[in-house]
C-alpha cells in the first residue's frame, strides 16, 4: 500500500529545490520513470533510497515519510551527519564533519602516524570496555 504521504512529500521537495525529475532521478542514481513511480504512489522506495534522498534534502527519514511537508521549514534543517556508504557492503555510517576530518587526515599520514592513531584508538577501546 502507498505511502500517500511520502508520495506527496517527495513532490513538493523536489519542486521546492527546482528540481526536474529527472535531475533528481540522475542525483540518486535511478530512472526518472522509477522516481516518477516513487512521487504518484504505484510504488514504494527501500530504505536505502530514502536514506539517498534525505541526504539530498539534508532532512530526517521521519520529516519525508511522516511529516506534512512545510515550505517554512524545508531549507532550514540542516543534519549534523553525512550520509556514508560502506565499500561493498550494505552498511550506511552517519558521520560528522569531525570525523570526516579525522578520517581524512588519517588517510594523508604516514604509516607510523597511522600506526600511532591506530594503536591509541586500541587501548582507548580497552579502557572503556
Known amino acids: 500500500?502507498?505511502?500517500?504521504?511520502?508520495?506527496?512529500?517527495?513532490?513538493?521537495?523536489?519542486?521546492?529545490?527546482?528540481?526536474?525529475?529527472q535531475a533528481l532521478a540522475d542525483r540518486i542514481s535511478i530512472s526518472r520513470q522509477a522516481y516518477s513511480n516513487y512521487e504518484t504512489g504505484k510504488r514504494d522506495p527501500d530504505l536505502?533510497?530514502?536514506?539517498?534522498?534525505?541526504e539530498v534534502y539534508s532532512i530526517t527519514l521521519d520529516q519525508l515519510v511522516r511529516q506534512p511537508f512545510s515550505p517554512d521549514e524545508y531549507r532550514e534543517a540542516q543534519s549534523p551527519y553525512h550520509i556514508c556508504y560502506r565499500r561493498n557492503s550494505e552498511d550506511i555510517l552517519y558521520l560528522t564533519?569531525?570525523?570526516?576530518?579525522?578520517?581524512?587526515?588519517?588517510?594523508?599520514?604516514?604509516?607510523?602516524?597511522?600506526?600511532l592513531i591506530a594503536y591509541v584508538l586500541n587501548q582507548m577501546n580497552q579502557q572503556g570496555r
Not at 1 to 21: G, H, I, K, S, V
Open 1 to 21: 500500500m502507498a505511502n500517500l504521504q511520502l508520495a506527496y512529500n517527495l513532490r513538493r521537495y523536489r519542486e521546492a529545490y527546482d528540481f526536474t525529475q
Open 48 to 54: 536505502d533510497l530514502l536514506t539517498r534522498l534525505c
Open 97 to 115: 564533519d569531525e570525523e570526516i576530518q579525522f578520517v581524512l587526515e588519517y588517510r594523508c599520514a604516514e604509516w607510523e602516524r597511522q600506526h
